[in-house]
Structure formats: C-alpha cells, structure tokens
C-alpha cells in the first residue's frame, strides 16, 4: 500500500494481487493474500466478474494480468476486461487469441488490481 498525498491525501492506493484457476470449469480464488473480500461469478466460459465487498473510491484499475494455460504450443489465449469496471466490480474475458471468439478456461488468471481507499484512521 502507497499513502498519497495533496488532492489524495488520507487515502491510500492498495495493490491486490489474485491467482484464479478454473478446475473442472469452475473457477475460483486460489491466491488473495490481500484477504480482499471478493465474490468471483462464473459467467460464461472463460469469462469472470469480480465483485468487492470493499468500494474503491474510484473505478477498479487492473494493474496487469497473465494467462496461464495447459500447452502453449496449442493454445494461445488473450483476457480483456468487458465494459468499464466500477467502483465494486471488473469483468474479465478470456478469448482464444488464434480467432478471438473461442472461449476457453485457462488454468488460472494471475491479476494485479489497484483500489483507491480512504486510509485507516491513526489513534
């Protein structure tokens, strides 16, 4: 976490690493160090939205996110985010990159999400 300053000041940039792999097609959460509060939804093969119980205090920002699949020789897969994210959510897409319209459950999605939040009160 980053403490801001000037026009941000009190708030705090929080970095939320996440691993979700998918076992025979459901996906889930398997690495949130962050112990973030998230409800993952299945919609669609490939396709995840994930939903903060935490508001950042501007839309999610996803900071980066890697692809993991079974043989890379064989398949070739892209993660776009569907739609703008907002202040609770993100939708993740994942496509097959040799046609783009392919979907398929990769083995698991490694993500880096940024949150905008108002830091913790000092005693």
Do not use: R, Y
């Amino acid at each position: 976490m980053k403490t801001m300053s000037g026009n941000k000041e009190d708030k705090i940039l929080k970095e939320i690493p996440l691993k979700i792999t998918w076992t025979a097609g459901t996906p889930a959460i398997s690495f949130n160090p962050e112990n973030e509060d998230i409800a993952l939804t299945d919609v669609g093969t490939g396709d995840i939205l994930l939903t903060f119980a935490n508001a950042s205090l501007v839309p999610i920002f996803l900071k980066g996110l890697v692809i993991e699949v079974a043989d890379a020789n064989t398949l070739s897969l892209e993660a776009n985010i569907d739609g703008a994210p907002t202040t609770t959510t993100v939708k993740i897409v994942v496509n097959s990159g040799a046609d783009g319209a392919t979907e398929t459950d990769p083995v698991a999605l490694h993500l880096n999400i940024l949150k905008l939040i108002k830091a913790p009160a000092l005693d």
